[in-house]
């Protein structure tokens, strides 16, 4: 049962007597989504229907709706009611793997996840950086700050933004014996153990890479050279519109590219793997300040500006 509503208005003012199994269905979760606007729960209503979903209460009446007389679904609609006002205020204090936190995004990983990553459970490949000076948003309030250090995070899907190990038709996570600590803090019911371990520290690039002497120096040479400040500067400048800055910015973008292109060439560096050692690419950034990088037939690029900015993860 998987049926999105846009808005309570969506629920119908007919009588339950009169509805088939789909009109149920349908003012079903528009019910749900109108109630825990109201009630101002914090939890996701997708997580308070999971768990509704699974009483035999509501399994019975899915099953028998059609065979109901019109006092029998009259009465089963209250009781569903019931239920749903109850579990906005009292979520049980479990996970039931309903797949909510996993849609919101990818969980940023602590030190202690490297054991994780070194033992193979959680493909390189499927980690990004964000770099120092770049903006991010706090997962628990929204409020956008500048990260002060390095993050890795877990890639997410580009169409969705949800987490990539989270299978979307079974809502399961695919990694769930080895999930991250973030993961495992993770609780709608109860925020607090996720914004004590925040308060831990973070992994790093220098943790992951502190053994390769020259990587560890190629990702200082890139961070000094190209760090995100710069980016920021040179796009910044762009509002003069003159020449200068324009050129400045393009060269700084081509230098960029040239940097991953060598590193990839001259150590042999995967391009799967290059979001994580180098971060995210200046042409994928520049989204982010409203532009986007245009390549012409010739093969020459140019900046403009993009109608849809982009947005930090």
Not at 103 to 113: A, F, H, N, Y
Not at 195 to 217: C, M, T, Y
Not at 253 to 262: C, D, G, I
Request: hydrophobic share 35%; with cysteine.
């Amino acid at each position: 049962m998987k049926k999105d509503v846009n808005s309570p208005a969506d629920l119908s003012t007919t009588h339950p007597a009169e509805w088939s199994s789909d009109e149920f269905r349908t003012n079903w979760f528009a019910f749900l989504e109108s109630i825990v606007k109201e009630e101002g729960s914090l939890i996701p209503s997708g997580r308070i229907r999971y768990q509704i979903e699974q009483t035999p209460d509501f399994q019975e009446t899915v099953a028998g709706w059609d065979k109901m007389d019109s006092l029998g679904r009259l009465e089963a609609w209250k009781q569903l009611l019931v239920l749903a006002e109850n579990a906005t205020r009292e979520i049980l204090p479990t996970c039931v793997e309903c797949g909510e936190c996993c849609r919101k995004g990818s969980p940023t990983l602590q030190v202690e996840d490297l054991e994780i990553l070194q033992s193979g459970q959680i493909p390189w490949e499927q980690l990004y950086t964000l770099r120092k000076g770049e903006p991010a948003r706090s997962p628990f309030d929204g409020k956008p700050f500048i990260l002060p250090e390095d993050r890795i995070k877990i890639r997410e899907k580009e169409a969705t933004g949800e987490c990539v190990f989270l299978d979307s038709t079974t809502d399961q996570c695919t990694i769930y014996s080895d999930r991250p600590l973030q993961c495992r803090a993770q609780a709608c019911w109860d925020p607090v153990p996720a914004k004590d371990l925040a308060q831990q520290p973070f992994l790093l690039r220098k943790h992951i890479f502190e053994h390769v002497e020259v990587l560890s120096a190629i990702i200082a040479e890139h961070d000094s050279r190209c760090s995100f400040e710069s980016l920021a500067e040179a796009l910044e400048n762009l509002r003069d519109e003159d020449e200068d800055s324009i050129q400045n910015a393009l060269r700084l973008l081509s230098y960029e590219e040239h940097f991953r292109e060598f590193l990839s060439e001259k150590f042999g560096v995967p391009q799967d793997n290059m979001e994580l050692v180098l971060g995210r690419s200046f042409n994928k950034m520049v989204g982010l300040f409203g532009y986007k990088v245009v390549e012409a037939s010739d093969g020459s690029r140019c900046l403009t500006p993009d109608a849809e900015p982009g947005e930090q993860e």
